[in-house]
């Protein structure tokens, strides 16, 4: 076994904007099972922040408990990181955000982490529209502990030793439609042309940005019986659109259907062209992504892509008016700015 | 593109660009392992079945094995393949009784082969263990050719030459040393079965300018013959000033000769700039690591001679360039220069001679002087007559005449099996999976970071006193293990089975060098700018496996694969493996033959 990668790369790995390779964002040596759908995540999150030339030492990765939330220490190996208690990730990302609104937040969780011990931490964070990048890697089996079903293993499904789930699953994504999520897109560890470019769409979201994204369990639940199994998802996948993240302003491309794709502009003006393949659906309806999901799964159907984008909200920091300047840079001069102030304060109620 | 056909033994050959490259083939990575382990006779064993002289050859070979070293692409330098050959000749202990056991009882048929050099020898090699009786023929007092006559001691000591050229003379070859064939239809006349030339490239090209016929064969001396009456102690002195004209391999050592014989001033003229110098970069090095100066752009013009003597020689200084077509341009500057010397060494090329060859035995001679031979069998037009080394396509290289040696062998054993000598037996490959337990090889899969070990020298004071001392002394046991850790075991293959695959993206996702893609197939040129990195080197080939589930395939670039595993390793389902490919070059009868005794 394997515990470190060579030092070689190719000689010929492309440089992006920072003059970085791919080999710059990479982290440590993966220890989850060969295969894992997880390590996938994680090498489309390395391609996702180096096509986007993102500053590693400008993002911070935090994640709870689980084979999931092992995986930051395999990817961005030059940012900060914070692996916190169980479930309990979404307090620590309100908490770091809050104090520094400079930095990206990637937080990385799993079906247990989210769904189960984490879930009143979850919906919090949703209804909150944190400015950061959620990612549920989504296996439907507690890996870490041997196997056991989780809460979003779907009724029916059976694991490798298991019985079939007698249990209706949480949705992450319509859990989080509801309660207002402004990115909402659900995707496969095993399609990167379609998940790498959302991942860089969730990133260019200013507010909370959920991805989940079915991650099969190779030891435990990739078999014939689960709905969670690479087998399963490439019959069952449907995509409601695939998306291109654009940087400046360039040419819709013109391999698709004129009034097909859709361009929308996020807040640092970047671009999204979605390339409609569900011509029902409305990105900006949260009631069309709901109904079109219901309809997709009602055909056994699993839909992927974007399912819903609201780019013109307010994120926490706005909500809240809070200083733009990272807690850290602030003085004793701004924090205690003395009677005179204290005094003018009161007044207001007064 | 149509899946890679793993099947045909060419394919992973040539990913093991090292053994690819070696005229012989020699499995390369398999004795670098064998080194690494420290189990030098077995690693010498392998050398010695594919090139007949690991010792020698781990000293003097032109190395086209390292700039075709996979680790050449990935960093600086390719692994010091060659020195870790020396490694094994150099810390075996007795082989002799690994060598191959000759036949009391012999096959009745009777080879001549004329000049004792490394073709010759190889032809003996091969096929005195199949029974048949060889008469060798040498004009000089031992055997080697030029590997005894132009190469000096301080580079390949006599005693080594002794003992490989030995291990064939042992077999019971029957040797004429210090005798010269004169004649090919005397030789023919004595019932010889089959007769082998090799006899090299024996004649120093001369450079007849004005006086040269004054002082031919005593101011002015070819090279070779120069070289040569040195290995037999017929010269032990050199004049002070000293010439020595040409830029190959048989200048550097004329000049370093020439030092250790007492020379004070030794110059190298080149009519090129040293950058269009023919011999190997290590002895250019070494030549220059000697203090000896090498002139470029002069071109020789004239020999000075005063009462017989020769005491100067004229050059003229030229711009050198190369034309569009590849063509050299000398354009003279009108300059001359005038360079004291007492002796000039003519390293300027060697030609073939046969003046020895009646032309009517029905043996064919081209316009180069040299026979009509046929390149893949060796024959001549004559049937029972065949040709190898430099006597056969011209001046090459030891290890070039040994593998011609070894096909030379093959063609006469067909031929007196009356086989046709056409029929060209296939290598003998095997592809065995490294896989030890679950994620574990049984081969040192990591890749060490170790950049290429320089080998000690001798001081440099010592090595000019005698012509003897070898100057490369060779790696110890520790360089040795550190430089064998480099090699990338580029015959361990990752062999990809496409239905077992599901297409989970780990090996593309752990792969260090970004080789593996998986992406919808397309025509070869589309498919190489579609890779993760676009494979841009085209002497590598891509594989293609057949049609993954998703209708994708998995394409591999070979070109800068670490042979790292980690692909097999981080797949679930064992669709990449990791096995060893063994590809051994047919030998003479090694195709099915009915009894090795013939009558």
């Known amino acids: 076994m394997s515990y470190t990668v060579p030092s070689f790369r190719h000689p010929n790995l492309p440089r992006n904007e920072l003059g970085y390779t791919s080999k710059d964002y990479e982290g440590a040596v993966s220890t989850l099972c060969a295969g894992c759908g997880h390590d996938s995540i994680s090498a489309a999150i390395i391609d996702a922040c180096f096509q986007m030339s993102i500053q590693p030492h400008r993002v911070a990765k935090l994640s709870g408990i689980g084979c999931s939330s092992k995986t930051p220490t395999y990817f961005l190996g030059n940012s900060h990181g914070f692996n916190s208690v169980h479930g309990r990730m979404p307090s620590v990302a309100t908490g770091a955000n809050m104090a520094n609104r400079n930095l990206l937040y990637i937080g990385v969780s799993g079906d247990g982490d989210t769904a189960s011990i984490g879930m009143g931490q979850f919906v919090h964070a949703v209804r909150r529209n944190i400015n950061m990048v959620y990612i549920c890697e989504n296996n439907g089996v507690y890996g870490l502990t041997k196997g056991q079903d989780s809460a979003t293993t779907d009724l029916g499904s059976k694991s490798k030793k298991g019985d079939p789930s007698p249990y209706e699953p949480i949705d992450l994504c319509a859990l989080s439609l509801q309660l207002g999520a402004t990115f909402v897109a659900n995707s496969f560890s095993g399609d990167k042309d379609q998940l790498v470019p959302i991942i860089q769409a969730a990133i260019a979201h200013k507010g909370f940005a959920f991805i989940n994204v079915i991650s099969p369990c190779v030891t435990f639940n990739n078999v014939s019986s689960s709905t969670k199994a690479y087998d399963y998802m490439r019959q069952h996948m449907a995509s409601t659109n695939t998306v291109d993240y654009v940087p400046t302003a360039d040419e819709i491309t013109t391999d698709y259907q004129e009034g097909t794709t859709e361009r929308v502009t996020m807040h640092d003006g970047s671009y999204l062209n979605l390339h409609k393949l569900e011509a029902q659906h409305d990105i900006h309806s949260r009631r069309s992504a709901l109904k079109l999901m219901k309809d997709y799964g009602a055909e056994d159907k699993v839909l992927t892509g974007v399912l819903f984008i609201d780019e013109t909200t307010q994120e926490l920091h706005e909500i809240m008016k809070t200083t733009k300047t990272p807690l850290r840079n602030l003085t004793e001069k701004e924090l205690c700015p003395g009677a005179d102030a204290l005094e003018k304060l009161n007044n207001q109620f007064r | 593109m149509k899946p890679t056909d793993t099947e045909n033994p060419e394919y992973f050959h040539r990913v093991v660009d090292c053994q690819h490259a070696c005229p012989a083939h020699t499995p390369v990575p398999e004795y670098i392992r064998l080194i690494a382990a420290g189990r030098y006779e077995d690693a010498y064993m392998i050398n010695w079945e594919s090139n007949v002289f690991p010792g020698i050859l781990g000293r003097t070979c032109d190395r086209p094995c390292e700039p075709a070293c996979r680790r050449g692409r990935i960093e600086d330098k390719p692994v010091a393949i060659c020195r870790l050959k020396r490694v094994a000749a150099d810390m075996k202990e007795n082989v002799q009784a ?11 048929l009777k080879v001549a082969l004329i000049g004792a050099g490394p073709a010759s020898l190889t032809v003996a090699r091969d096929l ?3 029974g048949y009786e060889i008469d060798l ?53 004595q019932a010889y079965d089959a007769v082998f030339v090799g006899t090299g490239a024996p004649s120093g090209r001369r450079l007849p300018l004005p006086n040269y016929d004054a002082v031919e064969g005593t101011g002015v001396q070819l090279g070779v013959e120069w070289l040569a009456n040195v290995a037999f102690d017929h010269i032990d002195s050199a004049p002070e000033d000293v010439l020595v004209i040409g830029g190959g391999n048989t200048a550097m050592d004329c000049c370093r000769t020439a030092l250790r014989l007492g020379a004070k001033n030794v110059k190298v003229m080149l009519r090129t700039p040293i950058s269009a110098m023919l011999a190997s970069p290590w002895e250019i090095e070494d030549t220059q690591a000697e203090g000896i100066p090498i002139l470029e752009n002069y071109n020789p013009a004239e020999y000075v001679v005063e009462d017989g003597k020769l005491t100067a020689m004229k050059f003229e200084i030229i711009e050198y360039d190369v034309a569009e077509d590849g063509t050299e341009v000398f354009i003279p500057t009108g300059k001359i220069e005038t360079i004291d010397a007492s002796l000039v060494l003519l390293a300027i090329g060697q030609n073939n001679a046969f003046p020895w060859i009646e032309k009517d035995l029905g043996i064919e001679f081209n316009q180069r002087g040299l026979a009509e031979v046929n390149p893949d069998t060796f024959q001549s037009t004559l049937p029972q007559v065949f040709f190898g080394g430099d006597a056969a396509l011209g001046p090459k290289n ?44 049984s081969y040192s899969s990591a890749v060490s970071d170790e950049e290429r070990q320089k080998v000690p020298h001798a001081p440099l004071a010592e090595a000019l006193k005698s012509r003897k001392l070898e100057v490369e002394l060779g790696f110890d046991d520790k360089l040795a293990f550190e430089e064998a850790q480099r090699c990338l075991n580029c015959d361990v293959q990752t062999v990809f089975t496409a239905d077992k695959c599901i297409e989970c993206d780990a090996c593309v996702d752990i792969c260090p060098v970004d080789c593996l893609t998986m992406t919808p197939n397309d025509e070869e040129a589309v498919l190489r700018q579609k890779l993760t990195v676009p494979a841009e080197n085209l002497d590598e080939p891509l594989f293609v496996s057949e049609a993954l589930q998703t209708e994708r395939v998995m394409v591999k670039d070979e070109d800068v694969c670490l042979h790292c595993g980690l692909c097999a390793e981080r797949c679930p389902t064992s669709a990449w493996d990791m096995q060893k490919y063994n590809y051994k070059t047919a030998k003479a009868g090694s195709s099915p033959r009915e009894s090795v005794v013939n009558a």
């Not at chain 2, 690994?98 to 009745?108: T, Y």
């Open chain 2, 137 to 189: 023929y040498d004009a000089t007092p031992k055997p080697g050719g030029y590997m005894r006559q132009q190469i000096p001691s301080f580079r390949l000591p006599e005693r080594v030459i002794d003992e490989e050229c030995g291990y064939i003379l042992d077999m019971g070859v029957t040797s004429y040393f210090n005798h010269r064939v004169e004649s090919m239809k005397a030789l023919l006349d």
């Open chain 2, 398 to 441: 030891i290890i070039t005449a040994v593998a011609q040696g070894h096909q030379a062998a093959i063609s006469i054993d067909q031929f007196l099996q009356n086989k046709s000598v056409e029929d060209r037996p296939a290598p003998h490959t095997n592809l065995m999976s490294q896989k030890m337990g679950i994620h574990d090889w």
């Open chain 2, 128 to 130: 005195m263990p199949l």
């Open chain 2, 98 to 108: 690994r060598m191959p056991k000759i036949p009391k009882k012999k096959n009745g």
